[in-house]
């Protein structure tokens, strides 16, 4: 029988010390959440460590879904530049790949739909170039019939705003068209510094 040979693992004394010393200081922390704290009762502790693995559980779920979001639109986006004459979809392939995930709208589940947030921060002309990915991407093939996976989720259009976004987690660095003008006139010298606009990207435009 022909057995397969692994490469060697480096576990130099360096690498394992330094994987040893993370484990511990997250076990440090992780102890630290579940002591007490002031005025707080044991039942308590449960309580708040509850409350805060549901909101981890939360971001990571709504993150997942960017993630997912932002490989449906630019394999959708991809698979037109491939099939189609079109030079539009090859510009809004390089608008979702400028966005990448932290530049998808995040959404909140209520039962088998999806309410999407609205983002102040981009350009509602991007937004809308990203509707229409949504909408142009195929939900059955050539006979009809439904294409395998799962059933696209239902998203609709929220009138909450994501106030409770950072400014942090806005993409910098996109090109100049992609921020909304109004909004990033109302950000002080310093935040718009930090964002550092690029230079503007051809967008294509929807006829109507």
């Known amino acids: 029988m022909v057995t397969q040979k692994y ?12 994987h040893f010393l993370n484990r511990l200081d ?9 002591c007490p704290r ?4 044991p039942e308590d502790v449960l309580v708040r460590m509850t409350a805060e693995f549901q909101a981890m559980s939360h971001r990571k779920r709504v993150r997942m879904r960017q993630k997912q979001l932002y490989l449906a639109r630019s394999g959708h986006c991809q698979d037109q530049v491939e099939y189609d004459n079109n030079p539009a979809w090859n510009e809004m392939l390089l608008m ?3 966005l990448g995930v932290d530049g998808q709208s995040s959404d909140e589940s209520d039962g088998g739909e999806y309410r999407v947030k609205i983002q102040t921060w981009r350009d509602p002309h991007v937004t809308r170039l990203l509707r229409y990915i949504d909408r142009s991407h195929p939900t059955t093939n050539i006979l009809g019939n439904r294409l395998p996976g799962s059933a696209p989720r239902i998203r609709q259009i929220s009138e909450r705003e994501e106030t409770t976004r950072l400014y942090s987690d806005i993409p910098a660095k996109l090109p100049a068209n992609f921020y909304d003008k109004v909004w990033f006139e109302t950000l002080v010298p310093g935040l718009q510094t930090k964002l550092d606009p690029h230079p503007v990207l051809n ?6």
């Open 7 to 18: 490469p060697e693992k480096d576990l130099s004394t360096d690498i394992v010390a330094r």
């Open 96 to 98: 979702v790949r400028f």
């Open 203 to 208: 967008l294509p435009h929807l006829q109507n």
């Open 38 to 41: 002031a005025n707080e009762q």
């Open 26 to 34: 997250t076990l440090r922390k992780a102890c630290a959440k579940a």
